[in-house]
């Protein structure tokens, strides 16, 4: 039972953090994107969880629409290691890609 709160505590950590990053994404104006289309923070969130869930967790810096190698969003990620990485995501938040500043981290070449 008590492991059962610590893992919904924790995804709610999560989901409070990717609203809370989404939202700051909106309010910069950072939520047009390349494709001109806005979104909403329950997307913001969706797609940051996901990123999140995918770098094996971090800090997000920014959120925004992608239309880049099948991609629909992207996101900058932090790594707890201090590295940065640009995730790729599909309209379902399946990851494309994850990138580096030399390297796909995925395996896949460029």
């Given at each position: ?53 995918a770098t094996g967790g971090g800090r997000a810096n920014a959120v925004e629409r ?16 201090g590295s940065t990485v640009d995730v790729r995501l599909d309209e379902a938040y ?17």
């Amino acid at each position: 039972m008590v492991r059962k709160r610590r893992v919904a505590a924790t995804a709610a950590a999560v989901v409070a953090a990717a609203v809370a990053v989404g939202g700051a994404a909106l309010a910069d104006g950072e939520g047009s994107g390349d494709d001109g289309g806005g979104y909403t923070p329950q997307q913001a969130a969706a797609a940051t969880s996901a990123a999140l869930e995918a770098t094996g967790g971090g800090r997000a810096n920014a959120v925004e629409r992608d239309d880049e190698d099948g991609a629909t969003w992207e996101v900058e990620v932090t790594r707890t290691d201090g590295s940065t990485v640009d995730v790729r995501l599909d309209e379902a938040y399946r990851v494309v890609v994850i990138e580096g500043d030399s390297e796909d981290l995925d395996g896949s070449a460029d």
